[in-house]
């Protein structure tokens, strides 16, 4: 829910801040949370139960509850590389060492990042989608290299961002285009819903039309949520990624091509709301199922999933006017879109709803896209992950490096069996948590008491050095 906020709404907060009070705002998350909760029912049956997807990060997570209660070797892996892992990230920032500089393509820099939780990633994504990810970073670096010679005037980067954001929109279309006649759970997504779920969609209708959405932005918002929700359950599954804004940003764009066709204007404001809820539903509906495939692991009741993730997207979304009184400040507002706080996602929405500055190129990617899983659809191209291609040609060389890493020791680690591949699961769940909560506490630190940076950051290290010195004590008595 915050990602949602954070991706979707800053271009909102530098445009106008005060086009929405931050109530209503509390209120169309909390609408579009839920939803998401309830549309994610017939999802899990499909796509859990059923289909059996990955899931990486819920099977990271479940696996992990499963080695702390059997208390066996991974659980002491866990804890000594989590906190070794926060360590480092102490360490990194004390000492600068955050990344290489190995020089500038257009207007593009190329680092090798000093951030292993990237390197986890790839490894729990899995080679075949951390390959593609890798892929689209690296061709990002040769296209600017190539097309500098062709047009030395012009800034390279955001014509191959225009074109990475073309395949993953277009991924997305395509996939919903090539399957539509095939059993995807979208009748279940439509007819088997407990009645709450329909009142809290009729909720969420008539909450948006009262913030000034007209109704039939409003309906054409509410039929794309139960769509999109399909969407990002499914790519999570297969992926790890839920790129939420991409669904909010794609079915936006839908919306204002109807208007345009029906010679009807839709407000920049409400083009932000909408992307917002859809974001949010979708966020959650694609999230949940890591949930969902933890409780399959250790054996929990879905139920309690559902019942303890809507009280959770309540309590968030009455927190969430404070997260965007603290976009609005001065500390953070004003360096949105800078280096200190690029917010590429955010940029991404900023940016298509205002209009694109490449549109040729983006239509390139996305009709390219679209033609492609055409071709997967029927058994060719199977290698050719587009989604996560496409974040990479967007986000560009610095994290697709460090994610193809993990991808390469997936691929070795994998060779090894079932049970090697499931420690190195744990292990790089351990380093996300680390490396994780010590960046969370550096940005919070940061922004609240800059003044106190040093004495908190070296308190905690003092203590995680203990807590190492006693969890490798612990393993070494273990062995």
């Not at 989608?129 to 061709?139: M, Q, R, T, V």
């Not at 062709?150 to 014509?159: G, H, K, V």
């Not at 949010?280 to 969902?292: E, L, R, V």
């Not at 399959?296 to 927190?319: E, G, H, M, P, S």
Request: glycine share 10%.
């Amino acid at each position: 829910m915050a990602a949602a906020v954070v991706f979707t709404l800053p271009g909102m907060i530098l445009d106008n801040p005060d086009s929405i009070s931050l109530g209503w705002v509390a209120l169309i998350a909390a609408c579009g949370a839920v939803l998401g909760v309830g549309l994610s029912i017939p999802l899990r049956e499909e796509y859990i139960v059923k289909r059996n997807l990955a899931f990486p990060a819920g099977r990271a997570g479940g696996e992990i509850i499963k080695a702390g209660f059997n208390q066996d070797h991974r659980f002491s892996l866990m804890l000594m590389f989590g906190v070794a892992s926060a360590l480092f990230t102490i360490g990194r920032e004390a000492f600068g060492w955050n990344f290489i500089n190995l020089g500038i393509v257009g207007s593009q820099p190329i680092l090798i990042l000093i951030m292993p939780m990237v390197i986890a990633t790839g490894l729990i994504l899995g080679s075949e989608n951390s390959f593609s990810w890798g892929a689209g970073g690296i061709l990002s670096v040769l296209a600017g290299a190539v097309f500098i010679h062709f047009l030395p005037e012009s800034d390279i980067t955001p014509i191959i961002q225009n074109f990475g954001m073309g395949l993953v929109i277009g991924s997305g279309i395509g996939y919903i285009l090539m399957h539509a006649g095939l059993p995807l759970p979208a009748k279940s997504i439509i007819f088997r819903h407990e009645p709450w779920v329909w009142f809290i969609a009729l909720l969420s209708g008539l909450i948006l039309f009262f913030v000034g959405i007209p109704i039939f932005a409003v309906a054409l918002c509410l039929i794309l949520t139960f769509f999109t929700v399909n969407l990002a359950s499914r790519m999570t599954g297969l992926t790890n990624i839920d790129p939420l804004e991409q669904f909010g940003l794609l079915s936006t764009l839908l919306i204002t091509f109807f208007f345009g066709m029906a010679n009807l204007e839709l407000a920049l404001e409400h083009r932000y709301i909408i992307t917002f809820f859809i974001a949010t539903a979708t966020a959650i509906a694609g999230d949940i199922g890591h949930d969902y495939k933890s409780a399959q692991i250790v054996r929990t009741d879905y139920k309690q999933i559902v019942r303890v993730d809507i009280i959770a997207c309540i309590v968030v979304a009455f927190l969430i006017p404070a997260l965007l009184w603290l976009i609005k400040s001065p500390v953070i507002a004003g360096k949105l879109f800078t280096s200190d706080f690029p917010a590429p996602q955010a940029q991404i929405i900023s940016a298509n709803l205002r209009g694109l500055p490449h549109p040729s190129i983006f239509m390139a990617g996305l009709l390219s896209a679209v033609l492609i899983e055409g071709f997967r659809s029927k058994g060719k191209l199977t290698a050719v992950h587009l989604m996560p291609l496409g974040i990479g040609l967007f986000l560009g060389f610095n994290l697709a490096f460090l994610i193809a890493i993990g991808g390469f020791i997936a691929l070795r680690v994998q060779k090894k069996g079932s049970g090697p591949m499931l420690t190195a699961i744990v292990i790089s769940a351990a380093i996300l948590g680390g490396e994780g909560t010590i960046g969370f506490l550096q940005s919070m630190v940061t922004v609240f008491s800059p003044e106190s940076y040093s004495t908190i950051m070296g308190i905690t290290a003092l203590l995680l050095i203990a807590l190492l010195a006693r969890s490798i004590r612990g393993h070494f008595q273990q062995s």
